[in-house]
């Protein structure tokens, strides 16, 4: 497995905390077009919490002093060959999203309670490569947030209330 990291980043709007996500561009070599949460490769010495800020800076611009980190997910293995470290992390309040034209679409938030919420965990199945998958899905105003990125927000609801 390749070695990733991603900053799962919060954002306190009062009666919710909004979710940092992205929308990677349909140019991109890998995960075109995927909702996503900002992050990548762990570079060669660099620890996973390291890369997940400092890919968060490159893709939209979180500086990383402003993040108050919370804490470490699972790891979650895709099945394209990544482990991924998600670090949860709150924003602060007057953050500002400033994306990297090449490697992000689009900046949004969906509601921390919309994703912690079991019954918007839908279940799917594809086939793939000539195996049957499944994976998990949470669409949400228009967003597809799915795979990867469905199953570490799945994961992290696990570990805060039980599977």
Not at 48 to 75: C, I, K
Request: charged share 20%; aromatic share 10%; net charge negative.
């Amino acid at each position: 497995f390749r070695r990733a990291a991603v900053l799962v980043g919060l954002i306190d709007r009062g009666e919710d905390f909004g979710v940092l996500l992205t929308l990677r561009p349909d140019t991109m070599p890998s995960h075109a077009g995927q909702v996503a949460f900002p992050g990548g490769r762990i570079e060669p010495g660099e620890t996973a919490l390291a890369a997940a800020l400092r890919e968060s800076f490159e893709e939209v611009g979180v500086s990383p002093d402003s993040v108050n980190v919370l804490g470490q997910g699972d790891t979650y293995l895709t099945g394209s060959g990544f482990a991924i470290a998600p670090f949860v992390g709150l924003l602060p309040d007057d953050y500002v999203p400033v994306p990297h034209a090449r490697e992000v679409a689009d900046v949004f938030e969906t509601p921390l309670s919309f994703l912690m919420d079991a019954a918007n965990h839908q279940r799917h199945e594809k086939e793939y490569k000539g195996a049957l998958r499944a994976y998990y899905a949470m669409p949400h105003n228009g967003r597809y947030i799915w795979g990867a990125t469905a199953g570490m927000i799945k994961s992290l609801y696990d570990r805060l209330y039980g599977a």
